[in-house]
């Protein structure tokens, strides 16, 4: 296999298991804060035990997080090195911000957060907590900069020549305020509310569903349910203020999200299909007009297609990027479709009689997971043939030094070692759900029965 290619797919590995946790600990933290500020308000003590078990399982990520992420920072250096002198000046004035104030802030507030029940006042914790959660917010600015830099360059010009040439940022306020940052970090910021949400309300329908920890559970599901169906709404129109972004600064990338070939004709919407890049055609069920609709508001309107561009210049996997997106839409609505169908049942005061609604939530933890992972997919794959928009061809950037040989070994040990983490993760996690929200100096709100729907009513 070329030494591209494996570089790639080390890379994407590697992120991919990263941004496993990043989101988890973005969404719990919003989570943490909403459970601290009720108990400071009501003074019931159910959210102050939500929020100290929700801080461990927090903790768990942010570490696992923390780990997976350093392995990409050499990944620059060593298997892309060209890409590193060439973005060099943008990426180190990002993630330098990322340290003074993301990481910085999160990593100051962490010691208090985990460590300082009933040895702060109840409002000092409860400021950790929000320093926290800012502080995991802050960090996802930066890194979305940085790539969005990479979609949209912006404030910049070129010093050298060949080899040897960089980009140089001339104006920072923007490079951070490229014309796509603002759009995906919002994509990003609400992907990561839905982690957490969903991850919340699976394991309290668990514990309904198996009769345990009624009251407390019943809270929290509440509460996390308000949550993700603000933000699954919410998501909506975020992806849709994204895709007129795309289209307007990356109409390749957009052509192959919908499978649109003809260079200057109106374009359908599918709401799946299968595109066969041989003959340069799609098939499956469409809304005729539909993406001429959705980008000029109007089912007439030609949408510049793939074969407006150079094959070149084009994506090279157009069907992956076709199906990673369009995977992503249907997870996005079938989340909204869960959201308000609970929210439903909720209105009528039947939400927890609902024992097969409860059942569907458990495993619907993965389910913002898969969104996230296949969201990034479609659009790095999409950005493809560039590493840099426009700038900077992949092909191009990867480390002539080393070999392939070199970054397969590599691989089959990062694949092993990662194994063992997620491993890790899991058990740790597993451990933690079937322990319960209470320690073991506290009383549960209600012990187990064995009459699962009669616990699920109350």
Known sequence: ????????????????????????????????????GLYIQTKNQLY???????????????????????????????????????????????????????????????????????????WVHFVSTVGVFLGSMFSAVWIVVANSWQQTPAGFHIVGEGMQARAEITDFWAMVFNPSSVDRLTHVWIGAFLSGAFLVLSVHAYYLVKGRYIEISQKA????????????????????????????????????????????????????????????????????????????????????????????????Q????????????????????????ASFYWWRGKLFDQRWLLMLFVPSVILPQIANQVGWFAAEMGRQPWVVYGLLRTSQAFSQAVSANQILFSLILFFLVYALLLFLFLYL??????????????????????????????
């Open 1 to 36: 296999m070329e030494t591209e290619i494996l570089a790639r797919i080390q890379f994407a590995f590697t992120i991919a298991f990263h941004y496993i946790y990043p989101p988890l600990s973005i969404g719990l933290g919003l989570l943490m804060v909403i459970f601290e």
């Open 48 to 122: 102050h035990t939500l929020c100290r078990f929700w801080t461990k399982i927090f903790a768990l990520t942010f570490g696992i997080g923390v780990v997976t992420g350093i392995v990409m920072e050499f990944e620059f250096g060593t298997n892309w090195a060209v890409y590193s002198r060439y973005v060099g000046d943008v990426f180190g004035s990002a993630l330098a911000a990322e340290g003074i104030f993301a990481f910085a802030l999160e990593s100051g507030f962490l010691g208090i957060l985990l460590f300082g029940w009933n040895r702060v006042k109840p």
């Open 221 to 316: 599901f509440k509460i996390a349910l308000l949550v993700a169906t603000v933000f699954s709404l919410s998501q909506l129109l975020t992806g849709h203020h994204s895709a007129d972004g795309v289209a307007k600064n990356q109409p390749a990338k957009l052509a192959a999200l919908e499978g649109h070939y003809p260079a200057n004709e109106k374009a359908d919407m599918y709401l799946f299909g299968w595109v066969d890049q041989k003959n340069e055609t799609v098939s499956g069920l469409k809304i005729p007009g539909g993406l001429s609709f959705l980008i000029h508001q109007d089912f007439d309107k030609p949408v510049v297609g793939l074969n407006a561009f150079k094959k070149e210049d084009r994506p090279g």
């Open 318 to 341: 157009v069907n992956a990027v076709f199906q990673f997106y369009h995977l992503m839409v249907s997870i996005g609505m079938l989340l909204i479709g869960m959201t308000l169908l």
């Open 429 to 458: 996690l597993n451990k933690k759900i079937k322990h319960g929200p209470y320690d073991e100096s506290e009383e549960e709100d209600r012990p187990m029965t064995k009459d699962i729907s009669d616990a699920i009513t109350g």
